[in-house]
C-alpha cells in the first residue's frame, strides 16, 4: 500500500508570496490533517478535512487555508508569506479521523526569505 | 497553552536498558493517546496508542502505562536498540476520530551501544 506522498519536499520563496503545498492519503483514507513543526514548537495542528468537508481548524491566521478533493487528496495554501511560515509542513492521513493514528508524510520544508 | 508536555528534550540510555519516555498533560477530555517516532528528515512514524479505559497497552517492546488520575502517560522500549534512537511525541485527542491530535515538543532519545 503506498504511504502519504507529499509534493514538493522542498521549497523556497520570498516574503509576500503565497505557496500551494500538496498531499496524496493513503488509499482509502478520507481524513487529512496537516500541522506545522517548528524547532521547539512541535507539531501545530492547522485543520483536518473529511470527505471533502473542514470538519476542525486549529489556531491560525486566515492566510492558512486549504482545501480536500473527491479522491481525497488535499491541498494547502499559505497567502502573504511570512518570515515566521519557515517550517516543516506535515500532512497525516487517517482512516477514521484526526483523532485516531495518523500516517503521516515526508512533510515539505517550506523557507521564507 | 502546552495541553500535552514532554518535559525531558533529550534522554540518553544505554543500549539492551530500558528507555522511559514521559508525558503529562492538562485536559481532562483527552481519552485518547499515541506515541509517534520521528527520525530527521521523515514524517512521523505511530508507535503506539491507548484508550482512557485502558491503563496499559503493549506491543512488542514497546509498552505504554497510562495513569489518568495523575494526567500522566509514559512509554517503555525494553530492550533499547540503536535504531531506537529518534525523537519520540506524544499526542492526545478528545473524542475518537473526531478531534485533532495535540502533540507534546518531543523527546530526543540516544541508545548508546
Known amino acids: 500500500k503506498a504511504g502519504v506522498t507529499q509534493t514538493p519536499r522542498y521549497l523556497i520563496k520570498t516574503r509576500g508570496q503565497q505557496v500551494t503545498l500538496s498531499c496524496s492519503p493513503i488509499?482509502?483514507?478520507?481524513?487529512v490533517s496537516w500541522y506545522q513543526q517548528t524547532p521547539g514548537q512541535g507539531l501545530q495542528f492547522l485543520f483536518e478535512?473529511?470527505?471533502?468537508?473542514?470538519?476542525n481548524k486549529g489556531n491560525f491566521p486566515g492566510r492558512f487555508s486549504g482545501r480536500q478533493f473527491s479522491n481525497s487528496r488535499s491541498e494547502m495554501n499559505v497567502s502573504t508569506l511570512e518570515l515566521g511560515d519557515s517550517a516543516l509542513y506535515l500532512c497525516?492521513?487517517?482512516?477514521?479521523?484526526?483523532?485516531?493514528?495518523?500516517?503521516f508524510g515526508q512533510g515539505t520544508r517550506l523557507t521564507v526569505v | 497553552d502546552q495541553q500535552v508536555k514532554q518535559n525531558s528534550p533529550s534522554l540518553s540510555v544505554q543500549e539492551g536498558r530500558i528507555s522511559i519516555l514521559n508525558c503529562d498533560y492538562t485536559?481532562?477530555?483527552?481519552?485518547?493517546f499515541l506515541w509517534y517516532k520521528k527520525y530527521p528528515a521523515e514524517g512521523p512514524t505511530f508507535l503506539i496508542s491507548?484508550?482512557?479505559?485502558?491503563d496499559k497497552n503493549e506491543d512488542g517492546r514497546f509498552t505504554v502505562f497510562l495513569n489518568k488520575s495523575a494526567k500522566h502517560l509514559s512509554l517503555h522500549i525494553v530492550p533499547s536498540q540503536p535504531g531506537d534512537s529518534a525523537v519520540y511525541f506524544c499526542?492526545?485527542?478528545?473524542?475518537?476520530?473526531?478531534?485533532?491530535?495535540?502533540f507534546g515538543t518531543g523527546t530526543r532519545l540516544t541508545i548508546i551501544p
Open positions: 478535512y473529511f470527505s471533502e468537508t473542514q470538519r
Open positions: 497525516a492521513s487517517s482512516f477514521q479521523g484526526a483523532g485516531t493514528e495518523a500516517f
Open positions: 499526542a492526545a485527542s478528545a473524542g475518537f476520530g473526531n478531534e485533532k491530535l495535540t
Open positions: 485536559n481532562s477530555m483527552f481519552d485518547y
Open positions: 491507548i484508550s482512557s479505559i485502558k
Open positions: 488509499s482509502g483514507h478520507r481524513s
